[in-house]
């Protein structure tokens, strides 16, 4: 195996992944989003079809399950919806992909006004939501976030700052007006593509581009409110040939960002993630996580029957992060960690994944940058029951390939097979006679964790 080899197996993975066509086992009612259509219309042919996200949502609790709702390919559709309980929302007609933008408009369009600050220009939003980026024609430039509370000047070309207080937006153009120097501008607005519940869907050939807080978002605990309490299951939820770019960057809470392509957010069952490219994510490409109180204590949060296989995931803060804690409530405030818990991983498979260039994305801007890793599971105990990582390509990062952090080696998942590229001089490592991974972390404690068939393909 050589760099060679990896970069030409990720040429053709994304290429298959572009190419894939959407497998449809419709069993109910078939409704149709086309461009040309109108959110007044009844949906049910593609000559009657709606026109925006808008109308899936105003229309959501109409859908049953085994219907399905079908994006017109060729189009962009500006906005997002909720999921409704055993649909699938997929694709119809000739051509690429349907695209759905979280950007509001083309902001290259709109009247940018010329400050008095040399090369600043402002921009009257019509609401006070956080903007998590700023792509410039679709990827060839993108700006650099300053928030109030800690960095409110703007200094060089592509700064850009939002106050919330008089909904405008700043941004430093070093070479004219924004709207002349650009032709397109995706102001990346702080709010989640997809999301709703997750059980019995299948989400199958959807581009996701150009929002700010997840592209796909769902899980067992409420999220709108995490503190809520109350557990639920999330099973069979199927996402395969999509794309995900631009995803991320907005706030979170106070002046930590987040924003993830796909992210379930508690446990799930049945779960499948396959073939799917993502790129340009401001924090994971994928994750699986849960850290707080086990409300429902008849139904500890657990990941089962989970495969993840077939992915492309590029410059993205972490490819595959992971990790789920238990909590109890400490008096107003709930900091105590259970262990033993129920919490953990069961019988999940992350197989035959191509990820590369952790950390090399847009979101090298994060403050934090003794963090990106392809694969991240932070200081949890993660209990484990026949999680493997196998067949893998973990392909460059700038800081740390892999971070398996682990309070036991119950907690391990298993390594096979994995094709390891890096710098010199990061931490893989040869001990013992035997190939091994370790992190920091892992030295510390005098663990390794071992892969006899692992290839190694130092740059």
Same mark, same amino acid.
């Given at each position: 195996?050589?760099?060679?080899?990896i970069?030409?197996?990720?040429?053709?993975?994304?290429?298959?992944?572009?190419?894939?066509?959407?497998?449809?086992?419709?069993?109910?009612?078939?409704?149709?989003?086309?461009?040309?259509?109108?959110?007044?219309?009844?949906?049910?042919?593609?000559?009657?079809?709606?026109?925006?996200?808008?109308?899936?949502?105003?229309?959501?609790?109409?859908?049953?399950?085994?219907?399905?709702?079908?994006?017109?390919?060729?189009?962009?559709?500006?906005?997002?919806?909720?999921?409704?309980?055993?649909?699938?929302?997929?694709?119809?007609?000739?051509?690429?992909?349907?695209?759905?933008?979280?950007?509001?408009?083309?902001?290259?369009?709109?009247?940018?006004?010329?400050?008095?600050?040399?090369?600043?220009?402002?921009?009257?939003?019509?609401?006070?939501?956080?903007?998590?980026?700023?792509?410039?024609?679709?990827?060839?430039?993108?700006?650099?976030?300053?928030?109030?509370?800690?960095?409110?000047?703007?200094?060089?070309?592509?700064?850009?700052?939002?106050?919330?207080?008089?909904?405008?937006?700043?941004?430093?153009?070093?070479?004219?007006?924004?709207?002349?120097?650009?032709?397109?501008?995706?102001?990346?607005?702080?709010?989640?593509?997809?999301?709703?519940?997750?059980?019995?869907?299948?989400?199958?050939?959807?581009?996701?581009?150009?929002?700010?807080?997840?592209?796909?978002?769902c899980?067992s605990? !409420?999220? @709108?409110? =995490?503190? %809520?309490?109350? /557990?639920?299951?999330?099973? #069979?939820?199927?996402?395969? *040939?999509c794309?995900?770019?631009?995803?991320?960057?907005?706030?979170?809470?106070?002046?930590?960002?987040?924003?993830?392509?796909f992210?379930?957010?508690?446990?799930?069952?049945?779960?499948?993630?396959?073939?799917?490219?993502?790129?340009?994510?401001?924090?994971?490409?994928?994750?699986?996580?849960?850290?707080?109180?086990?409300w !429902?204590? @008849?139904? =500890?949060? %657990?990941v089962? /029957?989970?495969?993840?296989? #077939?992915?492309?995931?590029? *410059?993205?803060?972490?490819?595959?992060?992971?990790?789920?804690?238990?909590?109890q409530?400490?008096?107003?405030?709930?900091?105590a960690?259970?262990?033993?818990?129920?919490?953990?991983?069961?019988?999940?498979?992350?197989?035959?994944?191509?990820?590369?260039?952790?950390?090399?994305?847009?979101?090298?801007?994060?403050?934090?940058?003794?963090?990106?890793?392809?694969? %991240?599971?932070?200081?949890h105990?993660?209990?484990?029951?026949?999680?493997?990582?196998?067949?893998?390509?973990?392909?460059?990062?700038?800081?740390?390939?892999?971070?398996?952090?682990?309070?036991?080696d119950d907690?391990?998942?298993?390594?096979?097979?994995?094709?390891?590229?890096?710098?010199?001089?990061?931490?893989?490592v040869?001990?013992?006679?035997?190939?091994?991974?370790?992190?920091?972390?892992?030295?510390?404690?005098?663990?390794?964790?071992?892969?006899?068939?692992?290839?190694?393909?130092w740059?």
């Amino acid at each position: 195996m050589t760099l060679a080899n990896i970069e030409k197996k990720s040429r053709e993975l994304r290429t298959l992944i572009r190419d894939a066509k959407p497998v449809l086992d419709i069993k109910g009612t078939t409704y149709y989003v086309s461009a040309i259509g109108c959110d007044q219309n009844d949906g049910k042919t593609p000559e009657t079809a709606w026109q925006t996200p808008n109308a899936v949502n105003d229309n959501r609790t109409k859908l049953q399950p085994g219907d399905a709702v079908l994006f017109r390919c060729g189009d962009i559709f500006r906005g997002r919806f909720e999921m409704a309980r055993g649909v699938t929302y997929s694709s119809f007609g000739e051509g690429d992909k349907p695209e759905l933008w979280g950007a509001d408009e083309n902001a290259a369009e709109l009247e940018w006004k010329k400050e008095e600050q040399e090369n600043v220009y402002s921009l009257q939003m019509p609401h006070s939501i956080d903007i998590g980026n700023i792509v410039f024609n679709h990827g060839e430039e993108w700006g650099i976030k300053h928030l109030m509370e800690i960095d409110p000047e703007l200094e060089m070309d592509l700064d850009y700052i939002l106050d919330k207080d008089t909904h405008i937006l700043y941004l430093y153009s070093e070479f004219g007006n924004p709207s002349e120097r650009w032709d397109d501008i995706e102001l990346c607005v702080n709010k989640t593509m997809i999301r709703g519940n997750g059980n019995d869907v299948t989400i199958d050939g959807l581009v996701l581009k150009y929002g700010a807080a997840h592209g796909i978002g769902c899980g067992s605990i !409420n999220y @709108d409110d =995490p503190e %809520k309490p109350a /557990n639920s299951e999330l099973k #069979n939820f199927t996402v395969r *040939n999509c794309e995900f770019e631009w995803i991320g960057g907005g706030i979170q809470f106070r002046t930590t960002r987040f924003g993830n392509a796909f992210e379930i957010w508690g446990g799930c069952d049945n779960l499948v993630f396959e073939n799917n490219y993502i790129n340009q994510v401001y924090d994971a490409g994928v994750t699986q996580q849960y850290s707080g109180v086990n409300w !429902n204590k @008849d139904l =500890p949060v %657990k990941v089962t /029957n989970t495969v993840m296989r #077939n992915n492309l995931i590029e *410059n993205c803060t972490y490819s595959y992060e992971y990790f789920l804690t238990e909590f109890q409530i400490n008096g107003p405030t709930r900091h105590a960690r259970v262990e033993p818990t129920e919490f953990g991983f069961e019988d999940v498979l992350f197989e035959n994944n191509i990820c590369r260039m952790a950390g090399y994305g847009w979101g090298d801007q994060r403050p934090d940058q003794c963090s990106p890793c392809h694969l %991240k599971s932070w200081g949890h105990t993660n209990n484990s029951k026949n999680f493997v990582m196998k067949n893998n390509i973990f392909d460059r990062c700038d800081f740390r390939l892999i971070e398996i952090n682990a309070t036991n080696d119950d907690c391990v998942p298993t390594l096979d097979g994995n094709v390891y590229c890096q710098y010199q001089g990061k931490d893989i490592v040869n001990t013992n006679g035997k190939k091994s991974i370790m992190s920091r972390e892992t030295i510390e404690r005098n663990q390794t964790l071992t892969e006899e068939n692992a290839t190694f393909v130092w740059n």
